[in-house]
Each structure stands twice: as C-alpha cells, then as structure tokens.
C-alpha cells in the first residue's frame, strides 16, 4: 500500500526556518518525482515545489523562490522541504504528492500524504 | 503563469443530482487537467487525469470532458459522500496550478 507521511510541522516565529520530511513507503521511491503542495486555512490549494526522481529537475512556485529549498534521499525513501524566511502568509498545511506520468498525457498526483500544519507566527 | 477559473465556487444540490463544474483555464493546456475531490481536514483524492480518464477505484458516476481551455466534471447522480469540495489542476507547464475550489454541499 502507497503511503506518504508528512512531519516536522509546527509554530515558527517570522523569519524562523522548519524543515519538513515526507517519508514514504509501499512503492519504489526511486522511481517517482514528487511534489510539496500547500493549503492555507480556509484557502484553495498552492503548488509549492515539484523535484524529479534523479534530482535532474527542480521547480519553484514564485512565492517560495529564495526561500524553500525541496531534496530527497532515495537511500532513505524521504522528501524534504527546507523553509527559510518564513513568513505569515506561508501559513498552510503542507501536503507531499506523489507524480505519476505514464504515457501520453497521464500526468497526476495521484497519491497525498496527510498533512503537516506549519504555523508562523510571533 | 496559466491561471484556472472554477465556477461555480459553491454549489447546493440534492441527493441524486446531477452537478457540473467548470473549470476554465487562460491558456491552452491540451488534456493536462486533473480533477480532485477533498473533504474537511483530508488530503486530496485524485479522480479524473488527462481530462476524462477515471482513476482506478473511483466510482463511474464522476466523469470528465473537455480539452483545450474548457473542461467540466460531472457527478451523474450525486451521493451523500460526493459532498465535499472538488479542485481542478493544470500539469501542462510549470507553475502548476489549481482552480479555487467548488464546495458541494446538501440542499
């Protein structure tokens, strides 16, 4: 069974930095790029960073350019998230998303972790 | 970047309905839409990619059509569990993008 679970979530100042982690399990992780998507309390959801399986590709929303750094560890069937800088708007529950292309135009997220509320506040 | 347009962003219906939702994007995205359902305090749950295709476990009842800028999911007849709020996605170029939402609840 695919699993993806998110941690390191939680209150951080403005301006602090969290490292999110997003380990999954049930699949060959090697084999998948992967995605960080966010949601702010009672918003729709955000596309953050997306990172190819062999780390050849890696892709920013402009709102976290600078400032979030994604990375994986295929040894460890991990995701990260570092975030830096962290302001009040980055205030979301942040999801890691499995990417699934096959042929053609079978492009998807088709598996989501949980979740893992960050908090930034003073 | 390609912005997604979802209308309408609340619906009220009853059981055995049938919704439609839209969802408009800025520019031509061929069939790269994704449609996903999520509940309060859920992850998203995928249910149509490239446009039509079903993912597997999900019930025929969802559908999706469309291709270019517009594209609709339909619920044939909706259910006491379809009540929730449903996303478009666009994975043609990055940035990725989603709709705003359309939150589906009971009449």
């Not at chain 1, 205030?91 to 509320?117: I, M, Q």
Request: glycine share 10%; with cysteine; aromatic share 12%.
């Amino acid at each position: 069974e695919v699993q993806l679970v998110e941690s390191g979530g939680g209150l951080v100042k403005p301006g602090g930095s969290l490292r999110l982690s997003c380990a999954a399990s049930g699949f060959t992780f090697s084999d998948y790029s992967m995605n960080w998507v966010r949601q702010a309390p009672g918003k729709g959801l955000e596309w953050v960073s997306f990172i190819t399986s062999s780390i050849n590709n890696i892709q920013y929303a402009d709102s976290v350019m600078g400032r979030f750094t994604i990375s994986r560890d295929n040894a460890k069937n991990s995701l990260y998230l570092q975030m830096n800088s962290l302001r009040a708007e980055d205030t979301a529950v942040y999801y890691c998303a499995r990417y699934s292309y096959g042929s053609g135009r079978e492009r998807k997220f088709d598996y989501w972790g949980p979740g893992t509320l960050v908090t930034v506040s003073s | 970047d390609i912005q997604l347009t979802q209308s309408p962003s609340f619906l009220s219906a009853s059981v055995g309905d049938r919704v439609t939702i839209t969802c408009r994007a800025s520019q031509g995205i061929s069939s790269y839409l994704a449609w996903y359902q999520q509940k309060p305090g859920k992850a998203p749950k995928l249910l149509i990619y490239a446009a039509t295709t079903l993912q597997s476990g999900v019930p025929i009842r969802f559908s999706g059509s469309g291709s270019g800028t517009e594209f609709t999911l339909t619920i044939s007849s909706l259910q006491p569990e379809d009540f929730a709020t449903y996303h478009c996605q666009q994975l043609n170029s990055y940035p990725l993008t989603f709709g705003g939402g359309t939150k589906v609840e009971i009449k």
